[in-house]
């Protein structure tokens, strides 16, 4: 009856969300009721709360910053025009439609994912396929397919929450992802030569360009850690794959123009990895505050924000669109950290028959699918997937990794972010249900064979 009882939260989070309820008021209603729940079902020391409450707290604050920063860092480079310099510099090295593609899924839209979030990578990515000549059916599926490096999107709040939750190391996790996510990457892959019918030297660029991007995170995330590792994957597509392209043209591209456009990428990225250096060297409450990724992304923003006129408007306005997000992530870490703390999520992983871990991905899918975030299905799910390794005598780590990569690619299919793409491909018209309907349904279809594919290796390989 108990474990019964600790489905509830989950229930009435997914129940609201399939009524079209905001994210925020379902994640709002879930803590609620798991507050509840602790009350008169899982009563929990106060102490244990405390104890507990200390260290995750500070998380909920910091990815709520990040959630902030990144917001408000996307809508500044957008009034500042940085991002269609950054398209127009594809459009005009290119030099053929499927090589195009590949550097934009695996390069440009898992960059400007890995540094903003919500999404943004789509808004940036779609208009240069467009631009390509890809149809808007094929722009709108592979600009969501880029969505490939979704656990370190803003610099990896939903991996972070994941860790937290499961009581690893945050780096250890984000290693373990990296290395499962090879499965995601071979997916997408497939599905862009597949949409695409390129000639088989286009498909060999394609599939070298994935694997590019998965070495170049694995090797990040060895090396130097979680939060950095997609800018740092995904930008050596871009360096690599762009200088082969500027080769092949002889010539460049660069302009005085698009160095502004990317210079706040730059402070980001070698601001964070010289002071994670920094911290290592000389650990100390100042270096991690100098070495944490909202630093950072604020510092990126008082650069961007050199170059917009209209800052107090663009900022107010990212505040504003960031208000029901933050909330509604922060709930959702506040229900998940409940729910772990006191017992429910080990009652509903007792639940599942013992043994078939290979439904653990589902689980995490289904809540990306429904939450449009991995941080809100990792804040769902991970302490039933770690009770569901416990009770199948199995390792966390792997569980949860693959948990991760599951609903992160999961989150390309939220209907609200297929929508968007679909808009975005042809902005002159509204949407048409037609062609929504058809991108869902591939994007259902990537997120059904991720997990599938997950869940048979953590089944029988882990």
């Given at each position: 009856?108990?474990?019964?009882?600790?489905?509830?939260?989950?229930?009435?989070?997914?129940?609201?969300?399939?009524?079209?309820?905001?994210?925020?008021?379902?994640?709002?209603?879930?803590?609620?009721?798991?507050?509840?729940?602790?009350?008169?079902?899982?009563?929990?020391?106060?102490?244990?709360?405390?104890?507990?409450?200390?260290?995750?707290?500070?998380?909920?604050?910091?990815?709520?910053?990040?959630?902030?920063?990144?917001?408000?860092?996307?809508?500044?480079?957008?009034?500042?025009?940085?991002?269609?310099?950054?398209?127009?510099?594809?459009?005009?090295?290119s030099p053929g439609r499927p090589l195009g593609v590949a550097l934009v899924v695996f390069g440009i839209v898992p960059f400007a994912e890995s540094v903003t979030g919500f999404g943004i990578?789509?808004?940036?990515?779609?208009?240069?396929?467009?631009?390509?000549?890809?149809?808007?059916?094929?722009?709108?599926?592979?600009?969501?397919?880029?969505?490939?490096?979704?656990?370190?999107?803003?610099?990896?709040?939903?991996?972070?929450?994941?860790?937290?939750?499961?009581?690893?190391?945050?780096?250890?996790?984000?290693?373990?992802?990296?290395?499962?996510?090879?499965?995601?990457?071979?997916?997408?892959?497939?599905?862009?030569?597949?949409?695409?019918?390129?000639?088989?030297?286009?498909?060999?660029?394609?599939?070298?360009?994935?694997?590019?991007?998965?070495?170049?995170?694995?090797?990040?995330?060895?090396?130097?850690?979680?939060?950095?590792?997609?800018?740092?994957?995904?930008?050596?597509?871009?360096?690599?794959?762009?200088?082969?392209?500027?080769?092949?043209?002889?010539?460049?591209?660069?302009?005085?123009?698009?160095?502004?456009?990317?210079?706040?990428?730059?402070?980001?990225?070698?601001?964070?990895?010289?002071?994670?250096?920094?911290?290592?060297?000389?650990?100390?409450?100042?270096?991690?505050?100098?070495?944490?990724?909202?630093?950072?992304?604020?510092?990126?923003?008082?650069?961007?924000?050199?170059?917009?006129?209209?800052?107090?408007?663009?900022?107010?306005?990212?505040?504003?669109?960031?208000?029901?997000?933050?909330?509604?992530?922060?709930?959702?870490?506040?229900?998940?950290w409940i729910m772990t703390t006191t017992g429910m999520s080990e009652a509903i992983g007792s639940l599942l028959p013992a043994g078939l871990i290979l439904l653990t991905p589902w689980l995490?899918?289904?809540?990306?699918?429904?939450?449009?975030?991995?941080?809100?299905?990792?804040?769902?799910?991970?302490?039933?997937?770690?009770?569901?390794?416990?009770?199948?005598?199995?390792?966390?780590?792997?569980?949860?990794?693959?948990?991760?990569?599951?609903?992160?690619?999961?989150?390309?299919?939220?209907?609200?972010?297929?929508?968007?793409?679909?808009?975005?491909?042809?902005?002159?018209?509204?949407?048409?249900?037609?062609?929504?309907?058809?991108?869902?349904?591939?994007?259902?279809?990537?997120?059904?064979?991720?997990?599938?594919?997950?869940?048979?290796?953590?089944?029988?390989?882990?």
């Open positions: 009856m108990a474990a019964v009882l600790a489905l509830t939260p989950i229930l009435i989070a997914i129940v609201l969300l399939l009524l079209k309820q905001s994210s925020w008021v379902a994640a709002l209603a879930g803590a609620v009721l798991a507050a509840g729940l602790v009350a008169f079902v899982f009563p929990t020391p106060a102490s244990v709360l405390v104890e507990s409450g200390i260290d995750y707290f500070p998380l909920i604050l910091e990815v709520a910053l990040i959630l902030l920063f990144g917001m408000l860092l996307a809508r500044l480079l957008e009034s500042a025009g940085s991002m269609s310099q950054i398209s127009s510099w594809v459009e005009s090295l990578g789509v808004t940036v990515g779609v208009p240069i396929l467009r631009h390509l000549g890809c149809t808007l059916r094929q722009s709108a599926i592979l600009g969501l397919l880029g969505l490939i490096a979704v656990p370190w999107g803003a610099l990896g709040p939903g991996t972070t929450v994941a860790a937290a939750l499961a009581g690893l190391d945050v780096d250890e996790l984000g290693l373990a992802t990296a290395w499962i996510n090879a499965i995601p990457v071979i997916i997408v892959a497939i599905a862009v030569v597949a949409i695409m019918r390129p000639s088989a030297a286009s498909a060999l660029g394609i599939i070298g360009s994935g694997a590019l991007m998965w070495a170049g995170i694995l090797a990040s995330s060895s090396v130097i850690g979680m939060a950095p590792s997609g800018i740092i994957g995904s930008l050596i597509v871009i360096l690599l794959v762009g200088a082969l392209f500027m080769i092949r043209k002889r010539a460049t591209g660069m302009t005085r123009r698009l160095g502004v456009a990317v210079l706040p990428y730059g402070v980001l990225t070698v601001g964070l990895l010289l002071a994670r250096a920094l911290h290592a060297a000389l650990p100390s409450p100042l270096t991690q505050i100098i070495a944490s990724p909202p630093f950072w992304l604020a510092a990126a923003c008082l650069i961007a924000a050199f170059a917009v006129a209209s800052r107090r408007e663009v900022t107010v306005a990212a505040i504003r669109s960031w208000v029901p997000i933050g909330v509604g992530t922060a709930a959702f870490m506040l229900m998940g995490n899918s289904i809540g990306a699918v429904l939450t449009g975030s991995n941080t809100g299905a990792n804040s769902m799910f991970t302490g039933t997937l770690t009770a569901a390794a416990a009770s199948s005598h199995v390792s966390a780590l792997p569980v949860v990794a693959a948990g991760n990569a599951a609903g992160s690619l999961a989150a390309l299919a939220a209907p609200p972010r297929v929508a968007m793409a679909v808009q975005i491909a042809d902005s002159s018209v509204a949407a048409s249900a037609q062609d929504i309907a058809w991108v869902q349904g591939r994007a259902i279809a990537v997120a059904g064979i991720n997990a599938l594919a997950l869940g048979l290796w953590i089944q029988f390989f882990v």
